[in-house]
């Protein structure tokens, strides 16, 4: 879920409770939490409101001095439904976070993450592409996305969105500017090349 870089401090020091949005389909699910530049985010209430009807206090609690302000805010096709998000921060610890520090694996760990990347690389439209991504960010750490795309003769978008796979196995670690292999990622690169070939991931 994208948050707006004005927003993301008052998320996080609570201020800011609620977001409008305007989309053609409703993009976040209540009850669910998304992980976003601003943390780690509850969504407790989604509900489609009338912008004409948005109260002072919402608009308020969405950051804004006024209802009008809020509004104009706005952004999309206004024949598109307005989203009234109620959300807080998650400050508990990101499991993503605490499995990545998992270096001590099993062999029935080092099994599962295998199988888990050999699915991935069968629903890829591209073919596999799990050993070598995991490769080059071991071999080329902290280095720009979009060089690290070219050289696997990929795009830069579609490469990302296949390191977020690999993050939240826990195989992955995001940095300001590009990547490196978690504890655990480390731990399975090493365990799998210590191992007999069909053990890697195809």
Do not use: C
């Amino acid at each position: 879920m994208l948050v707006e870089k004005r927003l993301q401090a008052g998320i996080r020091d609570g201020t800011i409770t609620v977001m409008f949005r305007r989309w053609r389909a409703r993009q976040v699910t209540a009850g669910e939490i998304y992980r976003t530049a601003a943390g780690r985010i509850a969504v407790d209430e989604v509900r489609v409101v009338d912008p004409a009807k948005i109260t002072k206090k919402d608009a308020r609690a969405a950051g804004f001095s006024a209802p009008d302000e809020a509004r104009a805010d706005l952004r999309g096709d206004p024949a598109d439904p307005v989203y009234l998000l109620r959300i807080r921060l998650v400050d508990t610890p990101d499991p993503r976070d605490e499995l990545a520090r998992s270096d001590r694996l099993t062999p029935s760990d080092v099994d599962e993450i295998t199988a888990r990347l050999a699915r991935l690389d069968a629903a890829s439209g591209e073919g596999p592409w799990t050993a070598a991504t995991l490769a080059i960010i071991a071999e080329r750490p902290e280095v720009r996305a979009p060089d690290l795309a070219a050289t696997l003769g990929r795009d830069t978008a579609p490469f990302k969105l296949d390191v977020r796979k690999l993050k939240n196995l826990g195989l992955t670690l995001s940095f300001p500017v590009g990547y490196r292999l978690s504890p655990r990622g480390a731990a399975y690169l090493a365990a799998v090349r210590s191992s007999p070939p069909h053990t890697a991931p195809r």
